[in-house]
């Protein structure tokens, strides 16, 4: 369900927000795979544990960069894109860099847990606890329909 906020803007149903976490998966996988496509040819390793350590951060690094950098760019992965989700500051603007990287560094334990989820259901706006804490809003950015006289006015 799609609420208003008292800012003005709506917040995204759960169901499309699970939809945007399925597909932003997929999208992953091809990341990922080049990354760790570049750590075994940076680091010559032939065997999936040789450098396993560095290798999990190397790909915390990655997936860290790709979510800040586009939360950052526009407020929207390309799976965001895809869904009409956008990620803001509370009063609707584009959030600083620190916001981001507390933002990404919290996804990881309240998703991981399935918390973010459950506390999504008793917050007032549907809001995710890594948002909360972060100061920041996944509102919806569905294009708004055109009337006629939009359309015919140009």
Same mark, same amino acid.
């Given at each position: 369900?799609?609420?208003?906020?008292?800012?003005?803007?709506?917040?995204?149903?759960?169901?499309?927000?699970?939809?945007?976490?399925?597909?932003?998966?997929?999208?992953?996988?091809?990341? /990922?795979?080049?990354?760790?496509?570049?750590?075994?040819?940076?680091?010559?390793?032939?065997?999936?544990?040789?450098?396993?350590?560095?290798?999990?951060?190397?790909?915390?690094?990655?997936?860290?960069?790709?979510?800040?950098?586009?939360?950052?760019?526009?407020?929207?992965?390309?799976?965001?894109?895809?869904?009409?989700?956008?990620?803001?500051?509370?009063?609707?603007?584009?959030?600083?860099?620190?916001?981001?990287?507390?933002?990404? /560094?919290?996804?990881?334990?309240?998703?991981?847990?399935?918390?973010?989820?459950?506390?999504?259901?008793?917050?007032?706006?549907?809001?995710?606890?890594?948002?909360?804490?972060?100061?920041?809003?996944?509102?919806?950015?569905?294009?708004?329909?055109?009337?006629?006289?939009?359309?015919?006015?140009?």
């Amino acid at each position: 369900m799609e609420r208003i906020m008292p800012n003005g803007l709506i917040s995204p149903s759960r169901k499309r927000r699970l939809a945007c976490m399925l597909y932003e998966s997929m999208l992953l996988f091809g990341v /990922l795979f080049i990354a760790g496509y570049m750590f075994d040819t940076l680091t010559q390793s032939k065997h999936a544990l040789y450098l396993r350590n560095e290798r999990q951060w190397w790909l915390f690094f990655v997936l860290g960069l790709y979510f800040v950098w586009f939360w950052r760019h526009g407020g929207q992965t390309l799976a965001m894109k895809t869904w009409h989700i956008r990620l803001v500051t509370e009063n609707g603007g584009r959030a600083a860099w620190w916001q981001l990287v507390i933002r990404y /560094l919290l996804c990881w334990p309240f998703t991981l847990t399935g918390v973010g989820f459950i506390y999504s259901w008793f917050d007032k706006h549907g809001q995710f606890p890594q948002d909360r804490l972060s100061k920041t809003l996944l509102v919806s950015s569905k294009p708004t329909p055109r009337g006629a006289e939009d359309v015919l006015r140009g």
